[in-house]
Every structure is written in C-alpha cells, then in structure tokens.
C-alpha cells in the first residue's frame, strides 16, 4: 500500500510547493486511469507482453546490451552501428517502467534491474555514459571526435544519450520508488551541468531531448541547476559562428538542427522534425516553469506554422526524406512523404503540453489526429512489427526508394519502435486534465478515473465505442454534491473543422450538431476554447451523455498543396480511411471518387482485429489484358482506417482520390 501512495505522489505532475509556477493546467496521471475499452487497452497489453519484451530480445542480440558491457570492462569494439543506440535500452526501460506501474511484473523489474547494473558499471567515475567512447577512449566511434563532446553540436548524440537517460530514470523512479537508475543518471546531469553552461562549455546539442530530461529530474529534485541547464542549451541556439546564416543548405545554414537563429527569433517549424518536436516541447516546459513569455510567443507562432502549412492529413510530420525534415510551407507531397513515427510521437509530447499552456481544444485535436493516425500506424498489430516512415501512397507498384512497403521487426537505426514502447503506456495520461474548479475530459475511451478536486474526490466512468461510435456516457460520482465544471472537449471533425486551420477542411459543411444530455434531459451548453462546459453541482449518480455525429466525411486540401489540387480524402470521426489493394480488385491508385459517391460504414469483427471499414461504388480506370486501350468502369469500393494499412502483404495504398480525370500519365515498362 505505501509503494502505491508513494507512486501516486511521485506522478502528480505539479511540483513541489517551493516551486512557484508551472503549467496552469495539471495532468491526471496515466496511474489514475484504468481503462476497460476494446481500443487502446488491448494496444497497452500487447505493449507489455509483445513490445517490450521483443524490444529488449533485440537490445540484447544486437549488441546494443554488448556495447555497456564492454563498456565497463574497458575493453572490445562497438558493436552496434550509431553512437545513439544505446538509447534504445533506455527507452525500453522507461517504456517497460510506465507498463509496470499497469501491469506489475517481477519478472520484467528483475530484469530491468539487471540491466541498470550493466549500465552503472559502464558509467565512468565522473558520471559520463558513452559507451561509443567509453570502450575504447582512443578509439571512438567516428561520429564522436576525440575528446567529449566535441562534436555534439552535429553527430556525436552524448547529450542526447543522457536525454533518454534522464527520461527512463524518472519513469522508473516513480514506477517503483526504486533509485538505481535514477542515481545513475543524477550523476550525469551534475557532470553536465558543471561542464555547459554561459560561463561554462559552449553548446546547442545536436539532438534535442536532454532538455525535457533535465526538467523531469528537476521536478524530481527541485534542483534548480537543471532547470537552468535545460533553459541554457535551449537559449544557446543560434549562436554558432561556424555557420553560414545566408547558406540555403539547412545543414551549412544550421536549420537542420533549429540552430540557426535564437528560438526567440524562430517562427517558423524547419529541420529534423524530430529533434524540433522534442525542443519546442522542451520549450513548453520550460516556459511553464519560468514564466518565459518569449519562449511562448515562439512556440506559438510555430505551432500556428505547422498547423497551416506542414502537417500531413493523417497528423504526420517532416515531409522529406533528405534530412528527415520539414519542407517549405505547403511542401507536402504524397508519393515521396517521410512522416517518421518518432516525429509522430514528438508531435503528440508538444501538443500535449501545449494543452497544458493554453487550454485551447484545438491542441488536443492535432494530438488526437496524430496518435489515432500517423502514431499508430508505425506500429503493426502484432505488437513486433514496425514503420519507421509513414507513406501517403503507394502506387503502380514502385514506391519511392524511401518508402516502405512492409512492416519491419527492427532497423538499423531503431529509434521509432522502441520511443513506440514509451509512448503507448502512457496514453491514459492525456484522457483528462484539471485546473482549479475545472475539469477536462480530451480523450474518449471506456474507463474510469478517480480526480481530486478542491481536496474532495470525484469518480468518472466513461462507457463508449470510440472511434467507432460517436455516443460517449459520463457518470459521475463525487464523494459529495460538489460544484465544478466538465469540460468535455468537442472535436474539431465534429464542428465541420477538419484541422484548426484552413490547410485541410470538409468538403460540404455538415447540419448535424453535438447534442449532450445530462440526466436524459437535452441541455444547452456554452463552446469555450472548443469545450462544452457544463456547470453543475453535481451529485453521485448524475449521467452525462454527449452524441457526435459520426458522420463520412470528404476532406479537401488547401490549393497551395500541390500533390492534393483535385482530390478527396476520407474521414469519419478522428480516423482518416485509406484504400487498400486487397479490397479493390488488386489496385488502389486507380480509383475515382466523383462528388455523387456516398458512403457507408460498417464495423466487421473478422478484418483487422476489428474495424469499421467505407463503401460504396467508385469508378476506376482499367488497362485491358493487351495494354492497348484504357476504360473506366464502376466498382465496389472499401476504406480502412489508415493506421491499419500494410497487414495483409504488399501492395497499393491510397489515402487522397481524383474526383475527375484530368490526365493520364502512359508508362511502359
């Protein structure tokens, strides 16, 4: 019972009393969400009994466990492929250390424990952790230079290692009260701070992450030289004199790794998709915690930035390949698309803490669109096979040499499924939030949820069928009859708002209104900042019901995007649908969706562990047999959600439609 209060505790998101500002709206911690729904629970499982353990199998029969084993015995060569890979087994630990606090497991926390003492034994005595140097000091991996640090700034990853570091021992500490690992890298962040600093060692790190890292054990802690820390490598970008601010090249430029202005002074989303996530993320947190208006107004802008001219339909992000990076504004093409699944789950961490900034609905719709689309989609169902990018098409059975057509167990740079390990677990956490007297409902999901509000306790149960059914029921049972306002956000899809920007909108607006209900009574409700609030004081028993039209909807690009002039995509609720060969004769890019088309949707047990699927009657084109004439003809058509795409062999996929020939493009080959 102690070690169950002291986990609690140790999740609360605000911290400790002595620290005087924090974010404005506090998180339900993902520990206070048990979760009952045929959705996200069986993912969470599937996690823990697949994930994880296939995750650390790979760390180990990599070399990725070799390498800190040579480490410590100061002798071998690097085994595995990149400096950075030893934060595959951090991930995994603080992946495996948020399903633990789930699904207790002592078998997994032995183990866990086994490897934290590989890695405390590969620590050196000042508190460095490198095992790319470590191993053999005079011989370092290429990417690292001589002496530490010296090529942070571009490929060497050191703090970036110590990033994931920090961020599996704050997971593991508040899942099991346990401070091996988190001692470990006490260690180093008190090496790091004494060495970076404005009167100190000069440097942006090459790869975000250390920064949320430092907050997490300053929240921890409350020592205030990580909070320092963090804020100093965030505000020493844009200060290299090495670069050319005039060159185009974002790597000459310093765009790649966002360090060619100040991040005051950055307003628009450029480089490495993922490092930029994980620093305006760092951003978000930093500016909670100090007050930091200017760090606001730049996240802000860039957020405004994303949201209208480089976020994909399905919530992806970082259209190109070269550099895994953003594009130019409207620079969103289907056929050579990147979306990497860690840029995915960057998306979600900033938006989240955006929410907690702003409190705006808006935030939680691009969250929800990437985690129910272009997250989720990089993970196969069978929990051990992966995506690390994300394909818009694939088509005339010759994708473009980026894409992937088929799920892989692992990559040689296995980023994307062990962040997916960390990330799954911890989705009950941004179901529901609180601020003085309020609290928001963001995510639909069967469950329930125990809040504290004014030091009196609230019980919530939500019963649905979501994404699949719009009806979502909310019964409450305060203690006591208590005052407070629900504030259950109303999607943007459901308020003819494909996107909260005008990048991507609904074809035809819909007539079809939110209804809610409270005790079988229709009420009228004020919409602020995309919730309905609803004041009440409440007593145990009363139900809420809320009714979104679940309605298809045709999705239109804005005329700047290219790739998108003259094409639908299709959505209904916060799924976006795709076709996929094996529904549609064979083929997916052949097919026209005129404006007549309606649709219908369906929910089949027996496809896909269970999905709701679109048809209707398409039109597609056809080659006959002696490749000398093309016709078109009507067809059965079928969509599945995107994230299911790639499950049953390869073939075409297609996620935005012709309404109307135009041209055709003859190939012979």
């Not at 965030?234 to 202005?261: T, V």
């Not at 504030?487 to 007539?511: D, K, T, V």
């Not at 979104?548 to 916060?574: C, F, S, T, W, Y």
């Not at 890019?589 to 999905?611: E, H, Q």
Request: proline letters at 5%; one cysteine or more.
């Amino acid at each position: 019972m102690n070690r169950i209060i002291l986990l609690v505790l140790l999740l609360q998101p605000v911290v400790s009393l002595c620290q005087k500002a924090d974010y404005p709206i506090q998180v339900v911690p993902f520990t206070k969400v048990k979760l009952n729904d045929n959705f996200w629970l069986p993912r969470i499982k599937t996690n823990h009994t697949v994930t994880i353990p296939a995750s650390f199998h790979r760390c180990e029969e990599t070399g990725r466990v070799k390498n800190f084993e040579m480490a410590a015995a100061k002798s071998g060569k690097f085994c595995t492929i990149f400096p950075f890979d030893d934060t595959d087994i951090y991930k995994t630990i603080e992946g495996a250390s948020f399903s633990l606090s789930l699904y207790p497991d002592k078998g997994l926390e032995d183990y866990i424990d086994s490897l934290i003492i590989k890695i405390k034994n590969a620590q050196e005595p000042d508190g460095y952790l490198y095992t790319a140097r470590t191993i053999n000091p005079d011989e370092p991996h290429h990417w690292a230079g001589k002496q530490r640090w010296e090529k942070e700034r571009e490929l060497s990853h050191e703090l970036y290692n110590s990033g994931h570091l920090y961020e599996a021992a704050a997971a593991h500490y508040q899942a099991t009260g346990k401070r091996n690992l988190l001692d470990i890298a006490l260690k180093n962040a008190d090496l790091v701070c004494s060495t970076f600093g404005h009167d100190k060692k000069h440097v942006a790190p090459g790869h975000q992450v250390i920064e949320m890292g430092l907050v997490k054990l300053y929240r921890i802690t409350n020592k205030k030289e990580y909070l320092e820390t963090a804020k100093y490598f965030i505000e020493e970008r844009g200060h290299f004199k090495g670069y050319d601010p005039n060159s185009k090249d974002p790597w000459k430029s310093g765009a790649y790794w966002q360090d060619h202005k100040p991040v005051v002074e950055q307003f628009e989303a450029v480089g490495h998709a993922v490092r930029a996530g994980y620093l305006y993320a760092a951003m978000a947190d930093v500016a909670a915690l100090t007050d930091d208006k200017a760090f606001v107004t730049a996240i802000d802008s860039i957020w405004e930035n994303v949201v209208t001219k480089k976020i994909y339909v399905q919530g992806g992000i970082g259209a190109v390949g070269d550099g895994e990076r953003f594009g130019e504004n409207y620079e969103l093409p289907n056929r050579t698309a990147y979306n990497e699944t860690c840029a995915a789950i960057a998306n979600v961490y900033w938006n989240h803490r955006m929410f907690l900034l702003h409190g705006d609905s808006k935030y939680m719709d691009v969250l929800e669109k990437s985690l129910y689309n272009g997250l989720i989609s990089g993970v196969g169902m069978d929990g051990k096979s992966f995506f690390y990018t994300n394909a818009m098409e694939i088509k005339d059975g010759q994708p473009h040499k980026d894409m992937e057509t088929a799920r892989s167990g692992w990559f040689p740079c296995s980023c994307c499924p062990t962040n997916v390990t960390r990330l799954i677990p911890s989705i009950p956490g941004y179901m529901y939030a609180q601020r003085e007297n309020n609290i928001y409902v963001n995510l639909f999901a069967s469950s329930t949820t125990n809040v504290e509000l004014n030091k009196k306790a609230i019980e919530i149960t939500q019963q649905n069928n979501y994404p699949w059914d719009g009806k979502l029921v909310f019964t409450l049972n305060p203690k006591a009859p208590q005052d407070f306002n629900l504030l259950i956000r109303i999607p943007g899809w459901a308020n003819n708002q494909a996107i909260p920007s005008s990048l991507y909108s609904f074809e035809h607006m819909s007539q079809e209104k939110v209804r809610i209900t409270v005790n079988k009574k229709p009420v009228e409700f004020k919409v602020e900042k995309g919730y309905a609030v609803l004041t009440n004081r409440w007593k145990k028993g009363d139900v809420v019901e809320v009714d979104l039209p679940m309605e298809v909807r045709r999705v239109v690009a804005n005329p700047h995007v290219m790739d998108d002039i003259g094409k639908v995509a299709l959505q209904r609720g916060p799924l976006i649908y795709c076709a996929e060969w094996p529904d549609n004769n064979g083929k997916a890019g052949n097919i026209i969706l005129p404006d007549a088309v309606k649709f219908s949707a369906a929910y089949r047990n027996d496809l896909l562990n269970g999905t709701t699927i679109l048809t209707s009657e398409a039109i597609a084109f056809v080659i006959d047999d002696t490749g000398q004439s093309v016709t078109t003809v009507r067809q059965p058509f079928t969509a599945i959600p995107y994230y299911a795409w790639a499950h049953r062999g390869t073939g075409e996929m297609m996620i935005w439609f012709p309404k109307k020939i135009t041209n055709l493009d003859l190939i012979s080959r």
